[in-house]
């Protein structure tokens, strides 16, 4: 649930908004999902985006209505008022730089306001949620050449391209990378934020409704990036535990050895997840060390090929029985 | 030159000559520019090293204090101050026209630069040979690349070094060769300053840690 | 196929072999062919007419800044050209490439581009586009008006000037190889770490971006010393610092911000460059490397480059807008004061292109602050321009309208940009295609400056004009094209859809995409007016004035038009800010010299073109590790140096006969027209 301020704040600022109204309008076609948050970090983020908005518009409409109406009142045929050697003005330089002055202060204001509020180290609007009174849920998430290994320390299971959470808790994202670079982004739900190799990032969130979201990766990384999808599926409670079970069963586990298998380059399209049972205790920290180490997981020539080369798009997730 | 306009009024719309300018000045401010540009080159390594001078950027290998051979760093101080020493000491024959006193500032100038450049040289073959190279750590491939960089700069002062010595003897003191020869006292004037950073900065700071 | 660096290498040829050379790909194969015909065209012509000569002699060797300058324009527009069939491919590509059902093409499986190819292309795209067709523009400009202006007879080195020029080129035609031997790098143009390292990328592509931008950036710092040493030593007497045209302001705040700047990327490629050829440990993730280092680096002098081509831009506004107002710029002194705070400012925000690499909220609200503080003297210029046209007399030339649709894409990329800089924003559309219509809006401002700088200098320096009508068809044509590609881009961004997508997985979009394909097709039929436009004005050739469009107000118009290869026949003696809109108002605009004096100008020389070319050699070597060839070239350019140091050659004299004969016929004195041989003046003290 949206703490009730805010939800009225965003209340009275929604009908203000001609332009994003329009926008929301376009919605169903384009799914633009900035607009439809979940959760209260994403929904801070909506909130200033909004006021970020209307800002602009206030900045906007008056500038171009004058870059509009001087060219034409001005335009030689009208005859207008000429003042040709006016070119000095107090009062007007002093607006010109007071104005905008005020309106950025104004924005600064607000942003630095907004960045603690959805830092994704520790969102301070996640201080008082609902679901912050219970223990979190834990996941670090790894990213391969270009897949997502989501692994569940507390829970002792693992899963490729599958991110499945409970609702009312908070999730803590702990996240690196093999050999490459990659943004980590779930647009409604979460902020964005880069799994390096040799490195850890945090993210974090929390969803009261049950939901299936569409995750990938924002920062390019390679031939297999496009496809870098996985879901985020929000279930409630007792059907997380009962998942987590049906998961611990499964025989496939997750060594540091078949790791380095599914770290090899593989465009997983369509992604296609896959489960473990038993990772490997300290698999994140093994990942972090090796790519500390100077391990890399090298592209094979086949996803470099001058003409296309089917393989390059369509090789599959390692086989992995459910 | 004056021209009246219609009212009588006398004017000046024009000046004829007056592009000649003082190609010394222009080309000494040039080169101060250049420099400005040399300067932030180096800045920017400074603070890459500042960045990876640090345990966890060494991998396991040796950091700066491990490395450096500080008794050698004040040698080399001394060695570089005096060979622009010598340097200038040349420029004063420049004044008063004595292409030889300036071939022979010159001279010194540069088999000074040489020695530095041998110490730095053999310093740094000692520690590649070490097993310390600069592939060992990014700590030591930025120590290496700093002092390279300035071993280079110092490299082609002895180039140029090289080119005047030839060139005031066979073109004698033209505005061109005079130029250079007061760009060439700037630039090693500032190599040297470089070392000192490089000496307090990696040789004594970084030693002192 | 990549090229990989570690493959087979022989002594003579290093990694290159015929394998390299991509001739099963029919896209490629066919590029080569129409780049080839036209060559073989060019020079054909150049033979038939007999003007190869003369292109050598008066334009490859030339040192004369304002031949220096169109060959600068040349190359830009001919790269941007080239930019835009890059952009046109891509395009096409994510429209093809859109969900799983989209058919493949050409081999690939969806589109026709296989994602290795692809991500050359918006690398290659963003490469050229920068530093081949926007910073050649802007400096070419910059190079054939800023001496006119402040009435100086060249650039303080006229020979460093062509060094720098031909080290920009021989950037170009690496880039331009990399099409027909190997590949180009795949790993965007700011050069993602640690993908661009030898682990990960193998392949010759990333040597050919470094070395590329390596040379290009070291040519535009050479450039910026020249430019900042003329400004401040060159101009003529009278034009003190508050006199001086606001584009020449802009310029040195510009070139101010090169010089700063240049050097830490220069130092950025540098250790990559030993990371690759040395196996060095700058930027890799192990071994204590720190790819976050190179990020950093490369962003201090990224964010400040984009101002490095937007304030030029600034400039141009601000002598168009005045002249078709027929009004004093509105403002002067807070516009100077305004250029020095965008280029103080853009030094320290460089982290707001990296929010999301995990700084704390004290550092990202920091940058976000910072940033958000340039649109206080950004928002001074764009008002500064609204009240010159205020109370003034407009015209609308095309130069004009260029001004006018610049200040609203500054309007519509400035204020996303504002939004992007806001950290909680850009959380969520950080790498999104928001980012790339925010920044396309930007350069296209750079890009009408520019297209309004060519317009309204072209009578000055060719003595006529291009032709009005289609250059306002070229004009609404673009504009039409430009909102068609990059509104839809905006709303696709807030879709969340990522930016360097070979494939699209959502084909509900299908609808915006091909209304962005259509503005590439309006792109073409703009490209159609350009050409009629070029071809019109040259068949016509309807000879101008020398105040080409009636209310110049700078020094530039005073001279003949076209202007004289050395500029100012008699160095004019300057009395106020704007010196023409002065003796107009004073009657005396017409007022000629009584007499000239002898000019000195520097000879032609061969030295910085060989040095181009021999860079080009240089970098190709470098690139397929061919040590001997890259040792030779590099000696070579050593070598060339020195000889020319000793060269006696002062340049020569203008006799005030020659100068009297050619004020009177003009033509004899245009930058294309033939010069008779002077003899140098070493060799006259030698009889
Ligand atoms: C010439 C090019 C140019 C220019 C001038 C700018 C100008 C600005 N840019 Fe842009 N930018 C780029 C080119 C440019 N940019 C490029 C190429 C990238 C992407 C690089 C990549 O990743 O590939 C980028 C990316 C980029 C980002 C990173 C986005 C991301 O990757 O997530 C950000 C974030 O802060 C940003 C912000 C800004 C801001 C605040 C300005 C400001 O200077 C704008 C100031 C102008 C105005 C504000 C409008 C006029 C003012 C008024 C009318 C006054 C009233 C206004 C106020 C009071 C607010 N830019
Ligand atoms: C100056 C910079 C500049 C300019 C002008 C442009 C112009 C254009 N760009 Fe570019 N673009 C970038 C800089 C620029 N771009 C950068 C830096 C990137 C990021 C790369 C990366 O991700 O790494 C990028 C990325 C980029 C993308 C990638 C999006 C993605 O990541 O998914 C796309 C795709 O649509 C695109 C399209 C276009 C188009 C259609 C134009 C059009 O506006 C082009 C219009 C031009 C013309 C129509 C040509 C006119 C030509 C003449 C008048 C000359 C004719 C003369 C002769 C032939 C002699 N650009
Ligand atoms: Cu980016 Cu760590
Ligand atoms: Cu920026």
């Keep these: 649930m949206n703490p009730p301020k805010q939800r009225r704040a965003s209340l009275l600022l929604k009908p203000l908004l001609a332009l994003p109204a329009l926008l929301l309008s376009g919605c169903t076609m384009a799914g633009i999902r900035l607009f439809h948050p979940a959760g209260l970090v994403a929904g801070a983020e909506m909130h200033y985006t909004l006021i970020l908005v209307i800002t602009m518009l206030i900045i906007i409409v008056p500038t171009l209505l004058m870059t509009i109406i001087f060219p034409l009142r001005y ?106 670079m990659n943004g980590f982004y779930i647009p409604q739900v979460a902020p964005m934020v880069d799994a390096m190799p040799a490195m850890e990032s945090r993210d974090a969130f929390e969803l009261d409704q049950p939901a299936t979201y569409t995750g990938f990766s924002t920062d390019f990384s390679g031939a297999g990036f496009s496809w870098m999808q996985f879901s985020t599926r929000v279930v409630p409670q007792a059907e997380f535990d009962s998942w987590v079970a049906s998961v611990q069963a499964n025989p496939n586990q997750l060594t540091y050895a078949a790791f380095q298998k599914i770290a090899q380059p593989t465009v997983n399209a369509g992604a296609k997840p896959a489960y473990f049972s038993a990772p490997d205790k300290n698999l994140f920290g093994e990942v972090m060390t090796a790519a500390m180490q100077g391990v890399v997981y090298p592209v094979p020539d086949s996803f470099t090929k001058r003409v296309s080369d089917n393989s390059a798009q369509g090789a599959q997730a390692p086989a992995s029985p459910q | 030159m004056a021209t009246s306009n219609p009212t009588g009024a006398a004017l000046a719309l024009w000046n004829p000559g007056a592009d000649e300018h003082d190609p010394i000045s222009a080309r000494t401010y040039g080169f101060w520019l250049y420099l400005i540009g040399d300067a932030l080159l180096f800045c920017s390594l400074f603070a890459s090293y500042a960045v990876l001078d640090n345990p966890v950027n060494a991998a396991g290998g040796p950091l700066t204090a491990q490395v450096i051979n500080t008794p050698h760093g004040l040698w080399q101080t001394f060695i570089i101050l005096a060979s622009v020493l010598a340097y200038s000491l040349g420029t004063v024959s420049l004044k008063n026209g004595n292409a030889a006193g300036v071939q022979l500032g010159i001279l010194a100038a540069l088999l000074l630069g040489g020695a530095f450049l041998y110490i730095s040289g053999t310093d740094l073959w000692a520690l590649a040979a070490q097993g310390n190279g600069p592939t060992r750590s990014a700590f030591l491939s930025v120590f290496f690349t700093l002092l390279l960089t300035h071993g280079l700069h110092m490299l082609f002062g002895i180039l140029w070094m090289l080119v005047m010595l030839v060139q005031v003897g066979v073109l004698g003191f033209t505005k061109d060769v005079v130029g250079r020869l007061l760009n060439l006292r700037l630039f090693w004037q500032f190599q040297a300053t470089m070392w000192v950073c490089v000496y307090f900065y990696v040789y004594l700071l970084g030693g002192a840690r | 196929m990549q090229v990989a660096v570690d493959g087979p290498w022989s002594p003579l040829l290093g990694r290159l072999s015929l394998a390299a050379i991509p001739y099963d790909n029919p896209i490629l194969v066919s590029t080569f062919a129409v780049v080839a015909l036209l060559g073989i065209v060019i020079i054909g012509a150049a033979l038939y007419f007999g003007k190869l000569g003369y292109i050598w002699r008066e334009w490859l060797t030339t040192v004369d800044h304002k031949k220096i300058g169109v060959m600068y324009i040349i190359l830009g527009l001919v790269m941007l050209f080239r930019g835009f069939m890059d952009g046109a491919m891509m395009r096409t590509q994510q429209l093809l490439a859109d969900g799983p059902n989209s058919p493949g093409y050409l081999g690939a499986q969806h ?58 080129v021989s950037g170009a035609a690496l880039c331009m190889i ?64 508050f006199r001086m045209p606001v584009y020449c302001w802009s310029s040195l705040t510009t070139n101010i911000i090169g010089l700063s700047i240049f050097p830490v990327v220069t130092v950025a490629l540098t250790m990559l460059g030993i990371d690759r050829y040395f196996g060095t440990h700058f930027f890799t993730a192990g071994y204590g490397g720190n790819f976050m280092l190179y990020v950093n680096l490369f962003w201090i002098w990224g964010h400040p480059e984009v101002y490095f081509l937007m304030l030029p831009a600034f400039g141009l506004f601000s002598e168009i807008v005045p002249t078709f107002s027929n009004k004093a710029l509105f403002g002067y002194p807070t516009m100077v004061a305004a250029s020095f705070s965008i280029g103080g400012i853009g030094w320290v925000v460089w982290a707001h292109h990296f929010f999301t690499m995990g700084m704390g909220p004290e550092l990202n609200g920091y940058f976000s602050a910072a940033t958000m503080l340039v649109g206080i003297p950004t928002g001074v210029k764009a008002f500064n321009w609204l009240f010159t046209m205020y109370r003034g007399r407009i015209t609308y030339a095309t130069p004009m309208l260029w001004a006018l649709i610049g200040l609203v894409l500054l309007l519509i990329g400035g204020l996303t940009g504002m939004m992007l800089s806001a950290s909680v924003f850009d959380y ?183 040095i181009g070319a021999l860079a080009t050699v240089f970098g190709f070597a470098m690139t397929w590790r061919i040590w001997w060839l890259s040792i030779a070239s590099l000696l070579a350019i050593i070598i060339v140096v020195i000889i020319r140091s000793f060269d006696k050659n002062e340049g020569y004299v203008l006799s005030a006969e020659d100068i009297a004969k050619m004020e009177n016929q003009v033509a004899l004195a245009s930058i294309i027209a033939e010069q008779p041989k002077r003899p140098a003046l070493a060799q006259v003290e030698a009889h």
């Design chain 3, 111 to 168: 589109g026709y581009l296989p994602p290795y190819h692809f991500d050359q292309i918006y690398t290659a795209h963003g490469t050229l586009m920068l530093f081949f067709a926007a910073t050649p523009l802007v400096a070419g400009l910059g190079n054939l008006i800023v001496p006119l202006q402040i009435g100086a007879r060249d650039m303080a080195f006229p020979y460093l000037n062509a060094t720098s020029l031909w080290l920009t």
């Design chain 3, 428 to 610: 969520t559309v950080h790498n999104s295609l928001f980012v790339v219509a925010h920044f396309h809006c930007m350069v296209l401002v750079i890009g009408a400056a520019l297209f309004a700088g060519v317009t309204y200098w072209w009578p000055k320096v060719f003595g006529f004009k291009l032709d009005e009508r289609n250059g306002q068809m070229y004009f609404w044509t673009f504009v039409l094209a430009s909102l068609l590609v990059f509104v839809p881009l905006f709303y696709l961004g807030f879709a969340g859809v990522t930016r360097r997508l070979d494939y699209i997985y959502n084909p509900a979009l299908k609808p915006l995409l091909w209304v962005s394909e259509g503005g590439i097709g309006m792109y073409f039929v703009s490209l159609f007016y350009f050409g009629k436009m070029l071809y019109v004005s040259l068949r016509d050739q309807i000879p101008a004035q020398a105040d080409a469009w009636g209310t110049g107000r700078t020094l530039e118009w005073l001279t003949h038009t076209p202007v004289p290869f050395y500029n100012f026949a008699v160095t004019p003696q300057i009395n106020a800010r704007d010196e023409l809109a002065w003796r107009k108002a004073k009657g005396v605009e017409g007022v000629q010299p009584t007499h000239y004096v002898p000019i000195h100008l520097p000879s032609n020389t061969a030295v910085p073109v060989i």
């Design chain 3, 178 to 241: 990399s099409l027909f031997v190997g590949e180009f790098s795949n790993a965007t143009w700011v050069g993602l770490m640690p993908f661009s390292e030898m682990p990960t990328n193998p392949g010759v592509g990333v040597d050919y971006w470094m070395w590329a931008f390596q040379l290009s950036s070291i040519g535009t710092t050479f450039n910026a010393i020249n430019m900042i040493a003329t400004i401040v030593k060159m101009r003529a007497p009278g034009m003190r610092w």
């Design chain 1, 75 to 180: 335009h030689h045929s009208r005859n207008a008022k000429y003042t040709p050697d006016w070119h000095f003005s107090l009062t007007i330089e002093l607006l010109a730089w007071g104005i905008p002055f005020a309106i950025v202060a104004f924005l600064c204001y607000l942003t630095i306001q907004g960045v603690y509020a959805v830092n994704p180290w520790a969102p301070g609007i996640l201080a008082n949620a609902p679901g912050a009174r219970q223990p979190p849920i834990n996941v670090e998430v790894i990213a391969t050449d270009w897949q997502w290994v989501f692994v569940y320390p507390d829970q002792g299971i693992a899963t490729i391209d599958d991110l499945v959470v409970p609702s009312g808790r908070v999730v803590h994202l702990q996240m690196t990378a093999t050999s490459n």
